[in-house]
């Protein structure tokens, strides 16, 4: 939170979006773990967001929240999260999505409108719109719509170019960053220094400007904000650049969308302000400052939208700053890749329904175009930075494979009621989070598989020591009188029972402890001549984090994917790729999968 | 498409949005079926669209293309798709949907700029706005937001009530309808006389009103549409009540959305508009005319609005025209129980952001509340039809049964390489649309499982007559050869081949044919002890048609649901109730499952 003050105040180029985005699924983890017992930040009813299914959907939430917040933008929250940073989705999810924002959105009112008077600095102005655009009535005709086509067609192209380049710098930037704390320093000092020099010398290149007459009270404008910046300029002048330079990023794009301003800009001014922005955009984002893309290129999409519509200004009779709106539109499509959140988002930056077919049609365009060069920039940094994420959909070599030919070894399975060494054994030498059940002679006439026990619920048994001198199989009843349901509860990160915590006496490594009553008798599994994309898809549309192979033939068998669990801030994402298994007899087991979002994590993903 | 017209036309209290949606859906039906031969409607490239997914995906864009069209609301139209429509959804969908809807916008606004001379009578006014509010500033403070949350709760109220009632006259209405034409057309005639009844002489019963001083140019109204109707006045006055009976639905719900306008109607004519609102869309739902629930519910709820909105006008200092808004909003989210999609829709018809807040607290307000008595509409109406309907999760029954619980017979299964007499004994006698394929010795050592044969794929298998005179097994190639992959393509509803077309020889019927070839070697399979609320949950969410269960013992099991296609307009549902099992042997087979939407079954279903 104070990073991104600081950095947004220090007028980098950067957006407040990605971190607030952070700080919302931050918070929705501090209590989905249930608060925090050390601070005494804690509930008795946060209790029940203690397993998966409830704490991921609340970081959605929080997710929706953060963008919400960001762009007081609350229906563009919601969408946001469901299309960029959920994988998987359901009704209720929605709906506590929309009431999260719909809370966000009547608080941040509340606020707004108690800082009206001017109490809160830049707070209170401009309402829940940032960039009210509703007084412009826009009709278009046909040389109108070629000239937006033309723009969404570059735009794709710069957006896909930008993602390009961010790829690079930021694999450079990652060799810098991995040097230790000065050269992290050194690098924002030196990003900081250039982004000075940009904004306090390239306005002397602009020439004064004088000012319209219809607007002779406001300029130049004395202040922090507004249209016309005076820097340097004799009375009655102002000087175009220090306009957009000496303003905040929101203030700029205000200006460069606002409408009526046909000539405020030089073409030179807004050329080099376009280069300037999108080049420190680039060299900004990856730097030790948490940052979020949206502005930077909402901002230089803009500046390329007025120069195109100062460009076009004799084929089409469109405003320059609806031609902004566009451009910033081109480049959100460009370079994010959503569709329908972005779309959202603009109109509930600028309030103007009326381009909605236009911004639909430019970010439909610039998706496309950019599509066909590479990736989206949020997908491009979870490949780089080596995050595991499975796609939803499969990859084509996996049509050819089957599940049986990811089997490998060694993997470890347990008997029903299994000898207490063994786990101990078996927990300490591997990492594995989920082990199948197979009930062997003499407890079952052939080998049964009973399903699956995971690993912090064996922890929680084992930690309480009911064992047995004879293998023989108990009523399940018996650990239910023992444990309740919170004591399987999932523990916030990092406070789980460990395997090094427990201790055992000789005698007790040689008892026997009952794993019917915490296995899952209900593991998802798959035959093991099953198509590998239908096992994948089967993975990731149920959100899995095991899913057992059975042979076709008597013998019982288990996959495991053993996919690193990797996070990326809000969004979580798995490679297919990047999978090891293991197998031993003939069993495998895909271990832990959709771990969706662990944003205390991701400290180095900046969004 | 004519019936909504004249149904329009004829100034019953009906939405156009239900049979534009369902246009939109059939347009798509009819594309994904390759168009129609019969007619010569048809193109190459659509068999692309002869199989389920594409044509799914197909026929949930029309359907976002109709509320697009319909409401002039591009996002809440995929919104709409994805909230209520769709059972299943992928990201590229997504992006499809918003094409269509982007296409739809260009094309309407285009359509209006047209017409804007006045060409085509009412279509070109308003513009892609139906209800333009945004010209009104509101503010707002803490008695507003009471008075807003009463709203809401009654709203709710009055939601569910409107549900409830709904549902009870639907039943009569369908046990009238079933009687023959004469009793529908009968029953048409009662509902048209009593609204023209309460159109005509409703606004008798209302004292005439002075003009007021600012509006003495358009009071009274002269034409079709407008604020003040005359109707029995003396000059300089107008009558409240015909000023909204005498109007299209739209310009009556634009009438009551207007600002600035507190005085306009005396309470006593909103309260009996108000009645006769809520009643008579009660009962013009479910005759024989194709009608939506939207606008009724808008405009009942945009008079009770202005009612609460009159009431409290001594708390609260918001207009009652806004009250009006969100009235409907309330009586919306009481009714049709989505958030996110009528949230945006209203956004998209009144183009007034700033109420976005307001309007998002009294959709979760009312939804809240109504949820509490009884379920969604739509929901109603599907069960009302015994449409059978999975929900998108488990009955909570579910969990204290295993996927062998519901496994009975006879199931009929074939071996790998069967008797050509077996099989079509098979089709004739059996409704199956799936058969495991079972391997038994001597093609094999132990039975095992190849996969899944359907019924299209054995037809066509068997129209090709390559059978054998012994029992052996093919290569794959062979069968390819023969066969192009369009040969298996899905044929439109009814066109397929059928058991009863194809003739056989005594020779024939004893020959053998090789089904290796064409069975789903990869189905999905759940093992016999799987919890039947998890294998309910992989049926939905990977939307499949057939599940396979194998036993955790060597033998293999295959069930099936036989659940009779249903259909409703545009979105499928499917009763997990409504389930019979076969068996046979010891397998059971899951049956015709996720054939989302069918628009031409249900002919019988207005929305």
Redesign the interface.
Known sequence: IFGSILGVSAGFVLGKEGPMVHTGACIANLLGQGGSRKYHLTCNWLRYFKNDRDRRDLITCGCAAGVAAAFRA??GG??FAL?EAASW????L??RA??T??VV??V??TLI?FCRSGKCGLFGQG???MFDL?STVA?Y?SPD?LAIILLGIIGGIFGGLFNFLLDKILRIYSIINERGAPSKILLTIIVSVITSMCSYGLPWLASCTQCPEDAVEQCPTVGRSGNYKNFQCPPGYYNGMASLFFNTNDDAIRNLFSTGTATEYHMSSLFIFFVAIYCLGLVTYGIAVPSGLFIPVILAGATYGRIVGTLLGSISSLDPGLFALLGAASFLGGTMRM??SV??IL??LT?D??M??LV??V??IS?TIADSFNKGVYDQIVVMKGLPYME??AEPYMRHL?AGDVVTGPLITFSGVEKVGDIVTALRITGHNGFPVVDEPPLTE?P??VGLVIRSHLLVLLKGKMFMKEPVKMSGSFVMERFGAFDFAKAGSGKGLKIEDLHFTDEEMQMYVDLHAIAN??P????E???LA?AA??FR??GLRHLLV?P???YVRVLTLSLTIYIMCVCVFFFSRVMHFLTHYNMILYQPFPLWIVPFICKGVHR
């Open positions: 609350p229906v919601v969408l299309e989705w359901r009704s209720a929605l709906w929309f009431f924002t719909a959105a009547v941040l009112r409108e309402g829940l719109i509703s009709t005709s719509l569709t329908v779309c959202v109109l509930e309030n329904l009326q909605l077919p639909m049609l970010l439909l998706k939803a959909h089957v052939v049964e598989l008798t209900s998802y599994t798959v035959v001549t099953m198509s239908k898809l089967l549309e149920l059975v076709k033939t008597p």
